[in-house]
């Protein structure tokens, strides 16, 4: 057998009942292979595969927090370390009911190849709870985060792993967490990204992720010819992702008829009206079925369905395996020419190759969302500095790192023979800087 197959064999056998942390391995190990095989002799002396899917350390605590009733409720958080070769832990906090160790285990594992391609000095982590934060009060809200953060507080700092926001996980979230670090530690540091403007966060860090991708959806498009502008956009997502992908779709002269949350979808025939949607979401936390109050030529649908619509390009933007086999053939039946993941691994195996093999242009999420980790790679230089940046400087240096991603992975999969296929590149080119400082570092 060889050794990617072992590893791979080995991770399913000891990490039982997790199947997104199997997926993530297997994707990315079986893209790597020819690279592997190069060097076989020397990885499997150094154990090399077996270091990079182990994680450095993985953290599970409980966190007991009262409801306004005097209830007390006990969640299980998580945060697992998983690679420090390049730089300190980095990535999100994700606060969903279906939180686990395998769904943290797929996006720190995910989270350690994109932070690579962002080319800035951040290794991989990623952390969260099973604490469902929907229709929890603002004062439920701050008990879950200070007492999330009184233990989390022990295991992070600026210099050692920064967290930052993920599903369920925003401006609000962070704000409650960082307060909560400051009283327990007494430092005033960049211990997590994501921040408010009036302390210490960046601007452009809530729009980055979304605009980002946008930025290389842009720049691979254009690589072919096409013009994104009058292009007919689907978003799946009603989240900070999706808001801020839409905003810059139509910034960039595209029109975006979807969106959608877990309890069903919006077609908007006439384009999504943005300011509605922000509305909805970021001031009212309500659910989209309020979207029709504010357009009412527009539909909504109960359910699954976002992808069943004509569309040129899709942009997945909610959670993983969101975009299955049968919507890839709907996507493909309709005449699209692109999926780019906005959300992390939202694209089930099958669903992907079923796109690629019919031509699709595909961008896989370590690649097409890496802007938000990047920006808050750059939060922490102004942090480090003492200093903030103006909202074009942070924007011009995220688009710059997003163009300089898609030909980093554009060129990474044309050198070893995969010409176009940019899951490929992009596995590979994360892998190859990962692997290199861990070669320089011994074996740690
Ligand atoms: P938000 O919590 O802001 O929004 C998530 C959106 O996705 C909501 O509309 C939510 O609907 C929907 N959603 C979440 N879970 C499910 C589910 N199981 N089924 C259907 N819909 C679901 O999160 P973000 O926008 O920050 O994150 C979206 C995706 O992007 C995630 O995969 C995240 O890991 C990824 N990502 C986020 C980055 C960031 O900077 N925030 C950076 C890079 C990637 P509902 O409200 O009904 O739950
Ligand atoms: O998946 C991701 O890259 C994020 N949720 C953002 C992580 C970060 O540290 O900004």
């Known amino acids: 057998m060889s050794y990617v197959d072992e590893v ?19 994707e990315v190990l079986e893209s790597i292979r020819v690279v592997v095989e190069a060097n076989e002799e020397q990885f499997r002396r150094d154990a090399l595969l077996e270091r990079l899917v182990n994680p450095e350390r993985q953290i599970k605590f409980r966190v007991p927090w009262i409801d306004d009733n005097g209830n007390v409720h006990v969640n299980s958080g998580y945060r697992v370390q998983y690679n420090s070769a390049i730089g300190p832990y980095k990535g999100g906090i994700r606060l969903h009911p279906s939180v686990n160790f395998g769904i943290i285990k797929f996006l720190g594992f995910e989270q350690i190849f994109k932070n690579s391609l962002t080319g800035l000095p951040i290794g991989g982590g990623k952390g969260g709870s099973d604490f469902d934060p929907k229709g929890k009060s603002d004062r439920e809200i701050m008990s879950f985060c200070q007492s999330f953060m009184t233990e989390l507080c022990k295991y992070i700092g600026a210099d050692t ?12 979230e962070i704000g409650y967490m960082y307060g909560q670090y400051k009283r327990i530690k007494g430092v005033f540091e960049g211990v997590l990204t994501g921040k408010g403007l009036s302390y210490g966060g960046s601007l452009a860090r809530t729009q980055a992720t979304g605009y980002g991708l946008l930025y290389i959806t842009d720049e691979m498009l254009k690589s072919k010819g096409i013009s994104i502008e009058g292009k007919t956009v689907a978003v799946s997502g009603a989240g900070n992702v999706a808001i801020y992908a839409i905003e810059k779709a139509q910034q960039l002269g595209a029109k975006v008829v979807t969106c959608s949350d877990s309890n069903g979808w919006v077609y908007d025939p006439d384009g999504i009206d943005l300011a509605a949607l ?13 979207y029709k109050n504010y357009r009412p030529n527009s539909e909504y649908h109960e359910g699954r369905g976002v992808w069943s619509i004509k569309v040129d390009i899709a942009l997945p933007c909610a959670t993983q395996n969101e975009l299955h086999l049968e919507d890839a053939k709907a996507l493909v039946k309709n005449g699209a020419i692109a999926v780019c993941e906005g959300a992390n691994m939202p694209t ?6 079923y796109l690629m093999e019919n031509g699709i242009f595909f961008l896989p999420g370590k690649a097409a969302n890496a802007g938000g980790v990047a920006t808050s790679a750059l939060e922490m230089s102004q942090n ?13 240096k995220l688009k710059g790192i997003m163009v300089g991603i898609f030909h980093n992975i554009d060129n990474a999969a044309r050198k070893y023979g995969f010409e176009g296929n940019y899951v ?3 596995n590979i080119a994360g892998f190859e800087k990962v692997v290199n400082a861990m070669n320089a570092q011994g074996i740690v």
């Not at 792993?161 to 599903?167: L, R, Y």
């Not at 922000?278 to 309020?290: D, G, H, N, S």
């Open 384 to 396: 480090s500095e003492r200093l903030s940046w103006s909202f074009e400087e942070v924007d011009s």
């Open 348 to 353: 089930t195996r099958e669903a992907t190759e």
């Open 8 to 26: 791979i064999k080995e991770v399913v056998e000891r990490n039982p009942g997790e199947p997104e942390f199997h997926q993530a391995v297997k």
């Open 161 to 172: 792993d920064v967290p930052a926001g993920d599903i369920g996980t925003g401006a609000r």
């Open 278 to 290: 922000k509305e909805i979401k970021e001031v009212k936390r309500a659910r989209l079925t309020e």
């Open 424 to 426: 490929v590149g992009a």
